[in-house]
């Protein structure tokens, strides 16, 4: 059976560009995916941001899709002589005073 992998691209941002020092956001971002299993594999470092490569592996979600359900029976006319219910002609209406 293959090995399950999920890559992610985050895009963290800097506090000086063109530097590695990550905003306070960031920082926590990382460090919470690090702790929940991410591996970081890659960092590359741009003017504004830093693109960060992580990984993990581990087994297959068991659900991957949602299965598609059967579109529901067509509905029974209501009403007389199979009419909707709605409006029908002039009424009782008048401009109100």
Not at 26 to 35: I, Q, V
């Amino acid at each position: 059976m293959a090995d399950y992998k999920e890559v992610l691209y985050d895009r963290l941002f800097v506090k000086v560009p063109g530097t590695d020092r990550l905003r306070k956001r960031a920082a926590g971002r990382l460090k919470h995916l690090l702790a929940s299993g991410w591996r970081e594999t890659d960092r590359r470092v741009e003017p504004e941001y830093v693109v960060v490569r992580l990984e993990r592996s581990g087994q297959k979600p068991t659900l991957t899709e949602i299965p598609k359900t059967p579109p529901p029976p067509p509905r029974a006319p209501r009403g007389r002589d199979g009419q909707r219910g709605g409006f029908r002609g002039r009424g009782g209406g008048g401009p109100r005073r």
